[in-house]
């Protein structure tokens, strides 16, 4: 059944209106007609399965049939942080991650970033990442849709570790410790309801320089490898996501 996020503003107590390109999409891409059922969540803390009433030009209303739990959710909240990648690879990392279960994501500048920033055009582009998690986030039936940060300097990210309960950086040259190994420990003291945030940070196609990875140490990171091959800049954010998720038991783990 096709998902729908929408303002709070949208909801009332009995019924939802959809608007813009949603709006559209439901009666022009699914063809939507009165009677049709569609799940509609404010992102926050409503969700509930709706009966289309009618649909006019950029307008769908909907009738709430029932309300329904939020309960797709990792207990541990995952950050994505990517060094900006070449060409469209960010959308991939925002989309798969995305699916998999990331809660947000930090683009970020380092010394070895070889996309060339343009503030003026950051705004179309972020705009663009915000629609690819939405899309994604409603396709993947997540309850809430990830945010995309505005690209932090290296200086910036770390700054912000502070703001989290674990943070790796993944590092090729890494020797012996894995992510598994900074996990395990992480997560066996928690206790079986508590949430928690995670850090994953992703570096540049030419990987992290010696100065960073020092910088990084300091602020209270763990270095960790991804296993024995070299994996792509947009392929490793998605393989410690998924690695953080299994080993909570959001994926059969633990």
């Given at each position: 059944?096709?998902?729908?996020?929408?303002?709070?503003?949208?909801?009332?107590?009995?019924?939802?209106?959809?608007?813009?390109?949603?709006?559209?999409?439901?009666?022009?891409?699914?063809?939507?007609?009165?009677?049709?059922?569609?799940?509609?969540?404010?992102?926050?803390?409503?969700?509930?399965?709706?009966?289309?009433?009618?649909?006019?030009?950029?307008?769908?209303?909907?009738?709430?049939?029932?309300?329904?739990?939020?309960?797709?959710?990792?207990?541990?909240?995952?950050?994505?942080?990517?060094?900006?990648?070449?060409?469209?690879?960010?959308?991939?990392?925002?989309?798969?991650?995305?699916?998999?279960?990331?809660?947000?994501?930090?683009?970020?500048?380092?010394?070895?970033?070889?996309?060339?920033?343009?503030?003026?055009?950051?705004?179309?582009?972020?705009?663009?990442?915000?629609?690819?998690?939405?899309?994604?986030?409603?396709?993947?039936?997540?309850?809430?849709?990830?945010?995309?940060?505005?690209?932090?300097?290296?200086?910036?990210?770390?700054?912000?570790?502070?703001?989290?309960?674990?943070?790796?950086?993944?590092?090729?040259?890494?020797?012996?410790?894995?992510?598994?190994?900074?996990?395990?420990?992480?997560?066996?003291?928690?206790?079986?309801?508590?949430?928690?945030?995670?850090?994953?940070?992703?570096?540049?196609?030419?990987?992290?320089?010696?100065?960073?990875?020092?910088?990084?140490?300091?602020?209270?990171?763990?270095?960790?490898?991804?296993?024995?091959?070299?994996?792509?800049?947009?392929?490793?954010?998605?393989?410690?996501?998924?690695?953080?998720?299994?080993?909570?038991?959001?994926?059969g783990g633990m």
């Amino acid at each position: 059944m096709q998902r729908y996020f929408v303002s709070a503003e949208q909801f009332n107590e009995h019924a939802v209106i959809i608007t813009g390109d949603d709006a559209r999409h439901i009666g022009k891409v699914m063809r939507g007609k009165p009677g049709d059922k569609l799940i509609v969540s404010d992102g926050n803390s409503r969700e509930a399965l709706v009966e289309i009433e009618s649909i006019e030009v950029g307008q769908v209303t909907a009738n709430i049939v029932e309300p329904l739990e939020m309960d797709h959710e990792a207990r541990i909240r995952v950050t994505v942080a990517q060094s900006l990648p070449k060409g469209d690879k960010m959308e991939t990392v925002i989309q798969r991650c995305t699916e998999i279960g990331a809660v947000s994501f930090v683009p970020f500048l380092s010394e070895r970033t070889i996309v060339q920033y343009d503030a003026k055009k950051e705004g179309k582009r972020l705009e663009r990442w915000r629609k690819i998690a939405k899309e994604a986030a409603e396709q993947s039936h997540r309850n809430r849709i990830p945010s995309v940060e505005q690209p932090l300097s290296w200086k910036g990210l770390l700054s912000s570790f502070e703001g989290y309960s674990l943070v790796c950086y993944c590092y090729e040259k890494e020797n012996g410790k894995q992510l598994r190994d900074a996990l395990k420990p992480f997560i066996e003291q928690l206790a079986p309801d508590a949430s928690a945030e995670v850090l994953i940070v992703v570096g540049p196609e030419g990987g992290f320089s010696e100065k960073e990875t020092a910088e990084a140490d300091q602020a209270g990171a763990v270095s960790v490898g991804l296993g024995k091959r070299i994996l792509r800049a947009e392929t490793a954010g998605m393989a410690a996501l998924t690695c953080v998720l299994y080993e909570s038991g959001e994926m059969g783990g633990m």
